[in-house]
């Protein structure tokens, strides 16, 4: 018979010579929950798993002890359809909030959802369970991203990933290489948004495809690349015909086609153009959807500075900065920066009245 995920712990301590008050040196558990983890009256979540698997060098198998079932749940659907509900609130929550006010309430909801699909003695509750917290670690990942941890951002997309495999959904696992690509790309890396969106292109998964040669054309356009940017637009618009829906990725945009165009076009120099877009898209984003509108408002910004309309530039700036405030948002930080230092060059009349605002965002 196999061991239980506590007493394997308590095999390796003790075949590392290490004591309880050794260990607590090591991971940040006390004595007394170590205690309790190896006594099995602190069941194991995917965190503790790690943690305690990296620091015995047991080279995953607690990890895998970890996904042993545990005590059975109820085989109804009441959890799950509970949690469905939630899901969309932390959504809502995340159009709107800071990322650290959602994440404080969706990362529990991540290890609580994988602890009842782990232990669900129905298959397919465990399926539904399991897919639900690939969703919940997917949209967690984002919002680490948004936060400025994109360490953490890849552990969750890595998670939810694993998730999705176990509830039997495979796109997430393609998924994740788009959300590789758009990390890349806040790191202003070409080469590598490129090849990460070149192998998410792989997949047969339409709605995956279809990302995938957005990103690879805001790649291209990061390198200068004119002609194979634009030939991946092209095909980006073909393929989003193609697609009725996905359960990854943005829902907030009318026409990611065309924002992905803009982005595009405002790298390549194109900012007339990208700006043009821009005015013509924001308005179609939803009100309620503050972090996207916040994001590509600040692309608008930035288009149409680079295009020599500093001061309908700086107008747009007022307007969002009280969204910038209230979302948090790492990404928008990256724009906000950049616009700064535009400023700091130019030296527009109107900008004295944004300087200062801007300067008490970014350095909060």
Not at 15 to 29: D, H, I, K
Not at 217 to 240: I, S, Y
Request: overall charge neutral; hydrophobic content about 45%.
């Amino acid at each position: 018979m196999s061991p239980t995920f506590a007493q394997e712990v308590r095999r390796l301590r003790n075949e590392r010579g290490l004591s309880l008050n050794e260990m607590t040196r090591l991971v940040r558990y006390s004595k007394g929950h170590l205690s309790k983890i190896e006594t099995g009256h602190a069941p194991p979540n995917p965190e503790m798993a790690r943690i305690l698997d990296e620091v015995l060098h047991a080279e995953g198998r607690l990890i895998e002890l970890a996904d042993a079932p545990v005590r059975p749940i109820p085989s109804d659907h009441t959890a799950l359809l509970t949690y469905e509900s939630m899901f969309d609130n932390h959504r809502a929550l995340g159009h709107r909030l800071s990322p650290e006010v959602v994440l404080a309430s969706l990362r529990p909801q991540v290890d609580a959802l994988s602890d009842l699909a782990r232990s669900a003695d129905d298959p397919g509750l465990s399926r539904g369970l399991w897919l639900l917290a690939a969703r919940y670690a997917e949209y967690a990942g984002w919002m680490e991203q948004e936060r400025g941890d994109d360490a953490s951002a890849a552990e969750l997309t890595k998670r939810a990933v694993q998730y999705a495999a176990k509830g039997g959904d495979l796109e997430l696992e393609a998924y994740a290489l788009i959300r590789a690509a758009e990390f890349a790309l806040y790191k202003r890396d070409a080469r590598a948004t490129v090849s990460y969106a070149r192998r998410a292109a792989k997949s047969r998964f339409a709605g995956v495809q279809a990302v995938a040669a957005q990103r690879e054309a805001q790649g291209f356009a990061l390198a200068g690349a004119a002609v194979p940017c634009q030939a991946a637009l092209d095909r980006a618009a073909e393929l989003q015909q193609k697609v009725k829906e996905s359960s990854y990725g943005t829902t907030s945009l009318v026409d990611q086609v065309a924002i992905a165009r803009a982005w595009s076009f405002h790298d390549l120099g194109r900012h007339a153009e990208a700006a043009e877009i821009m005015d013509a898209q924001i308005p179609l984003i939803a009100p309620g959807a503050l972090r996207a509108r916040t994001r590509f408002g600040m692309r608008r910004v930035l288009a149409h500075a680079e295009a020599g309309n500093v001061d309908h530039a700086c107008e747009l700036v007022i307007e969002l900065l009280d969204h910038i405030r209230q979302v948090q948002s790492a990404t928008v930080h990256i724009d906000l920066t950049a616009f700064s230092r535009l400023l700091s060059r130019l030296r527009p009349a109107a900008g004295r009245e944004v300087e200062g605002e801007i300067r008490e965002i970014l350095f909060a």
